[in-house]
């Protein structure tokens, strides 16, 4: 009974999250809100009884320790602590930018397990739902597919039973599951809630929403793949009319649509139709979001592999360098978009009989995958494939 108030509180906060290190900027959201918190002085109590391992950033509580202040709470106080935590993380983990991109995965990768651990102790509501969801984007980004269909699963069936099976929210989580379904080869799971995705947002939205165009993509996309082309292509184009119909011919959501199909097109061969269209997705997304954005970047490195499909490398090499320019500013040079790049012209490199120059490129593509991504990857596997070849050509 010696501990002071705000130190008994961060203990009990404590004792219900994981055994691993608690970030100390994740109680930043709390100090804000109450300004006699005295964050400092608590944990310096708390290290003082040898409660915590008070480190730089973080501090860490034995699970001992942990166990022993559970064990003295009841289970009311244990649930109303463990809901106030994830309130806490919800506070401390931003929607922008969202868990898919790279410049938040430091803030994902520290509440990752504690997160893990809340979830079995709160109630299922909309916090909870958008934490499993956003975890499992993370997690999905991160190519840790079965960690994240869990937390999919799990997401949905809440969502299911709190707002019934016809829902808008219910879409989305079908969405994202689909997406899992297809990055992971089961594509014969994943058109069928696809297709669920889409009626349900008919039904909520009519036809012509902008919604819509997102799902008619996504199912346009999964059958591209299973080599549907003819029903992909009807479906982009609808989607393409939504979105112009929607945001005007010049909104960059036209020119993700732009884009898809024409990379249809060019995978059915019909490469002077698909070229235009990918000019107009670049003039579109240079115009919104000026000329050093990612977007743009992907459009350069799209119009790129057509050019080199085409066998115009001497116009496809500088457009693939400046995007290559684009994403190293924007994201720094590890990130995997950068890897893909360096991968890109590595390969127009060797195609023009460059070898010495496109190797270290190449070796440079794999050293980011291979942390990033981990070695399992597909994309860390094409890599390391085509720098083996690379290799075998050089006659190392």
């Known amino acids: 009974g010696q501990l002071g108030e705000s130190a008994k509180v961060l203990l009990e906060i404590a004792s219900v999250l994981a055994p691993e290190p608690i970030p100390l900027v994740f109680f930043e959201a709390l100090a804000s809100s109450d300004d006699d918190w005295g964050l400092d002085d608590a944990l310096a109590e708390l290290a003082k009884w040898s409660m915590i391992t008070l480190a730089e950033d973080s501090f860490a509580v034995h699970r001992l320790v ?37 410049r938040s995965w430091h803030l994902w990768h520290h509440a990752e397990h504690h997160l893990v651990a809340l979830f079995d102790q709160c109630e299922a509501d909309e916090v909870l739902t958008r934490l499993l969801n956003d975890l499992g984007n993370f997690l999905y980004a991160r190519a840790r597919y079965g960690e994240a269909e869990i937390l999919y699963r799990r997401a949905l069936d809440i969502d299911e039973k709190n707002y019934g099976k016809e829902h808008p ?16 080869n089961r594509l014969a799971e ?4 696809m297709w669920l995705a889409l009626k349900i947002d008919e039904k909520n939205y009519g036809k012509e929403h902008p919604n819509i165009a997102i799902r008619l993509n996504n199912l346009a996309q999964l059958l591209q ?22 945001y005007g011919k010049e909104h960059p959501n036209v020119a993700v649509g732009l884009n898809n199909l024409a990379q249809l097109l060019q995978a059915t061969n019909r490469l002077a139709e698909a070229e235009p269209l990918m000019r107009r997705a670049l003039k579109i997304d240079e115009a919104s979001y000026g000329n050093e954005h990612p977007r743009v970047a992907i459009d350069l490195n799209n119009l790129a592999q057509l050019l080199q499909a085409t066998n115009r490398l001497a116009e496809a090499e500088p ?44 070796r440079r593509a794999l050293e980011i995958f291979e942390p990033s991504l981990g070695t399992d990857h597909p994309s860390t596997k094409i ?3 085509n720098l083996q070849a690379l290799l075998d050509e050089m006659g190392k």
């Open 190 to 193: 994943a058109e069928p809630l």
């Open 383 to 385: 890599v390391r494939g």
């Open 66 to 102: 942990q166990d022993a202040v559970r064990f003295r709470m009841d289970r009311s106080t244990q649930e109303a602590t463990a809901q106030f935590a994830l309130y806490l993380f919800n506070a401390f983990l931003p929607g922008d930018p969202p868990p898919e991109d790279v």
């Open 169 to 184: 929210k219910i879409a989305i989580r079908l969405n994202n599951l689909a997406r899992l379904l297809q990055a992971t």
């Open 225 to 246: 793949v299973i080599n549907r082309l003819t029903e992909a292509e009807s479906l982009m184009r609808r989607a393409l009319e939504i979105d112009e119909k929607n």
């Open 319 to 362: 457009l693939m360098r400046r995007a290559l320019e684009i994403d190293e500013a924007s994201y720094g040079k590890e990130h995997p978009d950068v890897a893909r790049d360096l991968n890109n012209l590595a390969q127009l490199l060797k195609a023009t009989n460059r070898l010495a120059e496109a190797e270290p490129l190449m």
